[in-house]
T-cell receptor
Framework: NAGVTQTPKFQVLKTGQSMTLQCAQDMNHNSMYWYRQDPGMGLRLIYYSASEGTTDKGEVPNGYNVSRLNKREFSLRLESAAPSQTSVYFC???????????FGSGTQLSVL | GQQLNQSPQSMFIQEGEDVSMNCTSSSIFNTWLWYKQDPGEGPVLLIALYKAGELTSNGRLTAQFGITRKDSFLNISASIPSDVGIYFCAGQRGGYSGAGSYQLTFGKGTKLSVIP
């Protein structure tokens, strides 16, 4: 009964380093999302994947890439991390509507 | 882009008090949602509202979809310590037309602290 699992939970990077945030869901959901949350801000959509094999940009996609590896997994990659990407990142998934949008517990990323 | 103005930003209340928070927008939304986020966790849906004027309860929580479709409020009655967290409103404009339509617009949150 894991739901949406994100790894790692915490990460510190130096400017220019790259890393991939992993997300997996075990609810057989079709659609998956990556959001970022900054202090005093609401969640903002980075990228989403309507179904396996498709990805689309959200509100703030610059500096990120995504891969929908299979139905379960949706990863977020930072190719060259910048301090402006310091944030908490949330993965979410759904299959039937916004009332069924489930969030993971987040990855706290600091870029120095 | 669309913005939701959520107020207050934070509040400190005594245990047992009632709480009220609201969201307003310059745009019309067809769905309003209220989420709660506990420290170190992702948001969890509390209440979903689907039509103007709708009043929905979930235990001690009550939320309403404004008649103008540009606002919503959330009330918590008889607060308890576990109500501590950040409450977010979120709006969604259109009907389903693909996963992109699940692009919710989130408010900035109301941080609630309950003093025992």
């Amino acid at each position: 009964n894991a739901g949406v699992t994100q790894t790692p939970k915490f990460q510190v990077l130096k400017t220019g380093q790259s890393m991939t945030l992993q997300c997996a869901q075990d609810m057989n959901h079709n659609s998956m999302y990556w959001y970022r949350q900054d202090p005093g801000m609401g969640l903002r959509l980075i990228y989403y994947s309507a179904s396996e094999g498709t990805t689309d940009k959200g509100e703030v996609p610059n500096g990120y890439n995504v891969s929908r590896l299979n139905k379960r997994e949706f990863s977020l990659r930072l190719e060259s991390a910048a301090p402006s990407q310091t944030s908490v990142y949330f993965c979410a998934s759904t299959t039937g509507g916004w009332e069924k949008l489930f969030f993971g517990s987040g990855t706290q990323l600091s870029v120095l | 882009g669309q913005q939701l103005n959520q107020s207050p930003q934070s509040m400190f209340i005594q245990e047992g008090e009632d709480v009220s928070m609201n969201c307003t927008s310059s745009s019309i939304f067809n769905t309003w949602l209220w989420y709660k986020q506990d420290p170190g966790e992702g948001p969890v849906l509390l209440i979903a509202l689907y039509k103007a004027g709708e009043l929905t309860s979930n235990g001690r929580l009550t939320a309403q979809f404004g008649i103008t479709r540009k606002d919503s409020f959330l009330n918590i009655s008889a607060s308890i310590p576990s109500d501590v967290g950040i409450y977010f409103c979120a709006g969604q404009r259109g009907g389903y037309s693909g996963a992109g339509s699940y692009q919710l617009t989130f408010g900035k949150g109301t941080k609630l602290s309950v003093i025992p």
